[in-house]
């Protein structure tokens, strides 16, 4: 299966905790995107890359969130510092680009902060 | 400013009947539009989108959409539903650069035998 992948799928950790994940988009999708899912709502837009450049930033994001997409390949998401509300399930997504808009995204990956 | 207003948060019917689910979009730019499915523990797939072509999409599965202009809306239906079309789902707007998206709130769609 050569879609969007994501991991770990879930993720437990504590208060004050750093995390990590990992998205790996479809093979020469030039945009990848990160969402934050919570119960009941819909995906929040987080961050958007074009290849290796960081584009686009929401309010959301704030300073203990980081994004990186070296190579313009995969992508990682930090949060430092975790706090009860960042649980949620993040999603990531990719497009190829150009007027081709539709995202294809990943299973997500849920954490939970105690 | 780009953002969408799904109008039902639960919408329930009968196995066989037509399925309507209603969202209304608001944009600075021309929109692309999508409509999204997404069932339990698994992940979001599309169903369709318009982005300034026919103004009437079809998607997978049976489902279309109008983008329909002087009432800035594009609503899903679909003329027989049945029972695996039981799941979540979002409208979704794009403003032309397709650098960021905006998701409703979500639809719960239950399909009753």
């Known amino acids: 299966d050569t879609g969007v992948s994501q991991n770990p799928r879930h993720k437990i950790t504590k208060r004050g905790q750093n995390v990590t994940f990992r998205c790996d988009p479809i093979?020469?999708?030039?945009?990848l995107y990160w969402y934050r899912q919570t119960l009941g709502q819909g995906p929040e837009f987080l961050t958007y890359f074009q290849n290796e450049a960081q584009l686009e930033k929401s309010r959301l994001l704030s300073d203990r969130f980081s994004a990186e997409r070296p190579k313009g390949s995969f992508s990682t998401l930090e949060i430092q510092r975790t706090e009860q509300g960042d649980s949620a399930m993040y999603l990531c997504?990719?497009?190829?680009?150009?007027?081709?808009?539709?995202?294809?995204f990943g299973p997500g990956t849920r954490l939970t902060v105690t | 400013a780009q953002s969408v207003t799904q109008l039902d948060s639960h919408v329930s019917v009968s196995e066989g009947t037509p399925v309507l689910l209603r969202c209304n979009y608001s944009?600075?730019?021309?929109?692309?539009l999508f409509w999204y499915v997404q069932h339990p523990n698994k992940g979001l797939q599309l169903l369709l989108k318009?982005?300034?072509?026919?103004?009437l999409v079809k998607g997978i599965n049976g489902f279309e959409a109008e983008f329909k202009k002087s009432e800035t809306s594009f609503h899903l239906t679909k003329p027989s539903a049945h029972m695996s079309d039981a799941a979540e789902y979002f409208c979704v707007v794009s403003d032309w650069t397709g650098n960021q998206f905006y998701f409703g709130t979500g639809t719960s769609l239950t399909v009753i035998p």
């Open positions: 997504a990719s497009s190829p680009g150009g007027e081709e808009y539709e995202q294809y």
């Open positions: 944009s600075s730019y021309s929109p692309s």
């Open positions: 093979s020469e999708h030039n945009r």
């Open positions: 318009y982005t300034s072509a026919a103004t």
